[in-house]
T-cell receptor, first 114, second 118 residues
Framework: AQKITQTQPGMFVQEKEAVTLDCTYD???????LFWYKQPSSGEMIFLIY??????QNATEGRYSLNFQKARKSANLVISASQLGDSAMYFC???????????FGTGTRLQVTL | NAGVMQNPRHLVRRRGQEARLRCSPMKGHSHVYWYRQLPEEGLKFMVYLQKENIIDESGMPKERFSAEFPKEGPSILRIQQVVRGDSAAYFCASSPTHWGAVHYYGYTFGSGTRLTVV
C-alpha cells in the first residue's frame, strides 16, 4: 500500500516570495509519480501539476514547479511569486495505478500574507 | 466544454431522510469516482464506477450508502437514513480512461456537494 506524507499542516509566505510544500511517499511501484491539487476556500479541487517518475525533467506549469527527488521519493511543490489567491489547501497524491483511486495526503494549508 | 457537474451544491437533510447526490462527468469521460471530505480532513475515496458497473467500492460504508452510474444520466450517490456523521463534502471526479491521459490532465473534480444533516 502507498503511504503519502505531507509534514507541514500550515505554512505562511509573504506575497511575491517563493514557497515549497513538501510531499513524500512510500511505494514499491516503479512507475510512481505525484499529483498536486489546490483546494481554495470555495471548496473545489483544482488539478495543478503532475510529475511522473520517468519524466526526465522536473515538471513546470506556470508559477508551479516540482522539485522531484527520486531517491528520497519526494516531489515538493514550489510556488514562485506567491499571490494572495494562492492561499488554499494543497494536497498531493500518487497516481492510482491499478487501484484506480487517488489517496491524498493530509494537506498543507498555505496562507499568503501582504 | 462543461466540467464535472455536481448538484445540488448544498443539501440539508434531517436525520433519517435520504440524500441523493448527482454527478455528471465531463463529456467523453466514462469513469466516475466519489470521494468524501470531512471537515478539516483530506479527501477519502469511496467508490469507482464505469457505466453500469461498480469497479471498486472499497471505500463505501457497508450500510446505507450506494452508488450507481446508469447507461444514461448522471452518477448518483445515495445515502439512506442519514445521520449527523454523514455531514461532509462529497466530491465526484471523472477521467477519460482507467489511466491513459490522466497523468497529464489529472482527474477532473466537480465543485462538490456539501451535505449537512440536522
Amino acid at each position: 500500500a502507498q503511504k503519502i506524507t505531507q509534514t507541514q499542516p500550515g505554512m505562511f509566505v509573504q506575497e511575491k516570495e517563493a514557497v515549497t510544500l513538501d510531499c513524500t511517499y512510500d511505494t514499491s511501484d516503479p512507475s510512481y509519480g505525484l499529483f498536486w491539487y489546490k483546494q481554495p476556500s470555495s471548496g473545489e479541487m483544482i488539478f495543478l501539476i503532475y510529475q511522473g517518475s520517468y519524466d526526465q525533467q522536473n515538471a513546470t506549469e506556470g508559477r508551479y514547479s516540482l522539485n522531484f527527488q527520486k531517491a528520497r521519493k519526494s516531489a515538493n511543490l514550489v510556488i514562485s511569486a506567491s499571490q494572495l489567491g494562492d492561499s488554499a489547501m494543497y494536497f498531493c497524491a500518487p497516481p492510482p495505478g491499478t487501484a484506480s483511486k487517488l489517496t491524498f495526503g493530509t494537506g498543507t494549508r498555505l496562507q499568503v500574507t501582504l | 466544454n462543461a466540467g464535472v457537474m455536481q448538484n445540488p451544491r448544498h443539501l440539508v437533510r434531517r436525520r433519517g431522510q435520504e440524500a441523493r447526490l448527482r454527478c455528471s462527468p465531463m463529456k467523453g469521460h466514462s469513469h466516475v469516482y466519489w470521494y468524501r471530505q470531512l471537515p478539516e480532513e483530506g479527501l477519502k475515496f469511496m467508490v469507482y464506477l464505469q457505466k453500469e458497473n461498480i469497479i471498486d467500492e472499497s471505500g463505501m460504508p457497508k450500510e446505507r450508502f450506494s452508488a450507481e452510474f446508469p447507461k444514461e444520466g448522471p452518477s448518483i450517490l445515495r445515502i439512506q437514513q442519514v445521520v449527523r456523521g454523514d455531514s461532509a463534502a462529497y466530491f465526484c471526479a471523472s477521467s477519460p480512461t482507467h489511466w491513459g491521459a490522466v497523468h497529464y490532465y489529472g482527474y477532473t473534480f466537480g465543485s462538490g456537494t456539501r451535505l449537512t444533516v440536522v
